[in-house]
């Protein structure tokens, strides 16, 4: 079947999709949106955290067919996700700049050429990433959170976070790194 | 495999009428996690997401219409105060991601002993909204859940929603895991005191073959509150008391043992689980306790 959705903005269609496939099998095999990761399926791990109508969602627990018609953002459309965001009604969403939207993200395999989202930046800045293999999830879980709760207590943090696994940092530099990005939200207020 | 897609609930019905093996999926997080592991191939795959109505819940003089596809989170935002067990329920549900997604239909569809949201509906009193072409019934909770996976649901029927009785005292829900979030149930307890009935209620989770309630613990309970004026005076539950509920409430357990607990493991819990719900909400009824919040 076919599936419409608009990702990251974008609108795009995938076709020969397999009715019993998960969102994160179209994004990353026929979309080439490798960010969001494929571990657990089984929602165990959030490591394919994507925002589906704008709420966090395993996308492996997403049946394809599921999202026709709807909005997704994933880790890759992360920074000018949290750009329009910060932009506000300022920035509106004008032809021109529609358009200089679409253009950018020039390389999804690598993101090489991409800001990145103040969240990004936080967690290389506080060495939260390892392996980075989570990254992707975390990024998207703790972007989310971010928005509805820009001055998060470390029980906030926590609670957000508990539905993605990491298996390297001990989770302290992830928190670290939370913690800065709100600081740094707070500040740019 | 086909993907069907009814706009509206009338064409659900119908399409589970013409086709009574499709397999509803809304929140996806037990459906999808069998087909990606090979587990189920249904033949014929039905997404209720398209059906607003599902997602929508009213709040009534006596109960809440509980819509099938209510996500946990919005149970947890927004009916606390009306169903403070099943809230407390929903929020040791998985993680967020997983309580954005999935609701109690799901829980009721699956089934499953382990469900989490099986315990505070029968402690609270619950209906089962359950619909096809040919009529709407309301299935007692009690008589919902048939075997392990297995519930009264005919072939052609969906649930459109769940009819749960608004609180008249306090209710509790207490989970045992390895941890805070993402656990499944090693097994679970709810208990709701009904003031207005001089009754109290219970559901067991994950210690039987299906969800359970502990009704000898209930009727020896009800006799012995009753009896001693509990519901008048106010005093607090004589420890014997609370132990004779314990102990009937552990025996009213069927468990097995399995990789997330053993049987003799879940029958002591479930007696622990008891005892501390009974004092939190007895506590909580006399009007003395700041304890607002269950224990996962």
Redesign the interface.
């Known amino acids: ?1 076919r599936v419409s959705f608009t990702v990251n903005g974008r609108p795009q269609e995938a076709d020969d999709v ?3 496939e ?1 969102l994160l099998y179209v994004l990353r095999e026929r979309l080439g949106l490798p960010g969001s990761k494929n571990a657990c ?4 791990c ?1 490591s394919c ?1 994507v925002r589906l109508d704008g ?4 996308s ?4 394809a ?2 999202v ?1 018609g709807r909005e997704v953002v994933t880790v890759e459309g992360l920074a000018d996700y949290a750009k329009q965001r910060s932009c506000g009604d300022s920035c509106g969403t004008s032809l021109d700049e529609a358009k200089g939207w679409q253009a950018e993200g020039t390389d999804s395999q690598t993101g090489e050429g991409t800001e990145l989202s103040p969240i990004q930046q936080a967690f290389i800045d506080a060495g939260a990433v390892q392996c980075g293999f989570c990254t992707p999830g975390l990024l998207v ?1 703790a972007d989310e959170m971010l928005e509805r709760n820009p001055n998060p207590t470390d029980a906030d943090i926590r ?2 976070l ?4 990491c298996r390297c940092t001990g989770y302290e530099k992830i928190m670290d790194a939370v913690r800065l990005a709100a600081a740094r939200q707070g500040e740019a207020v | 495999m086909d993907f069907l897609r009814p706009a509206s609930w009338e064409e659900a019905l119908a399409a589970k009428a013409e086709h009574p093996t499709a397999v509803p999926i809304a929140g996806g997080t037990d459906v999808m996690v069998e087909i990606n592991f090979d587990h189920r191939r249904p033949e014929y795959l039905m997404d209720l997401n398209r059906i607003g109505d599902l997602s929508e819940w009213e709040v009534g003089e006596d109960s809440v219409r509980l819509g099938a596809s209510v996500p946990y989170s919005q149970i947890m935002e927004s009916l606390r105060a009306e169903l403070p067990g099943l809230a407390l329920a929903s929020h040791t549900v998985a993680s967020p991601q997983i309580r954005n997604r999935g609701g109690v239909g799901g829980n009721l569809g699956t089934a499953s002993p382990a469900g989490d949201a099986h315990p505070a509906l029968l402690a609270a009193g619950a209906e089962v909204e359950a619909e096809s072409v040919r009529g709407t019934r309301l299935i007692p909770i009690d008589e919902f859940y048939q075997g392990v996976k297995r519930n009264a649901l005919a072939p052609d029927e969906l649930i459109r929603a769940v009819h749960i009785k608004k609180a008249d005292g306090p209710q509790q829900f207490s989970k045992v895991g390895t941890r805070n979030a993402m656990v499944i149930a090693v097994c679970a307890f709810g208990l709701a005191l009904h003031p207005q009935t001089r009754t109290v209620r219970t559901g067991i989770g994950s210690a039987a073959p299906t969800p359970i309630r502990a009704r000898a613990a209930e009727e020896f309970l009800n006799a012995a509150l009753e009896e001693g004026g509990f519901w008048d005076n106010g005093k607090i539950i004589t420890p014997s008391v609370a132990r004779q509920f314990a102990d009937l409430c552990s025996a009213a357990c069927n468990p097995i043992d399995d990789v997330r607990g053993t049987a003799s493991y879940r029958r002591h819990a479930v007696g622990v689980m008891a005892r501390r719900t009974l004092t939190w909400t007895w506590e909580s009824y006399r009007g003395t306790a700041a304890r607002t919040e269950g224990v996962a």
């Open positions: 079947m397999w009715e019993g998960s399926e089984q929602g165990e959030g955290t709420v966090p969602v395993c492996c627990l997403v049946a067919g599921q026709e879980a609670e957000a508990s539905g993605n696994l």
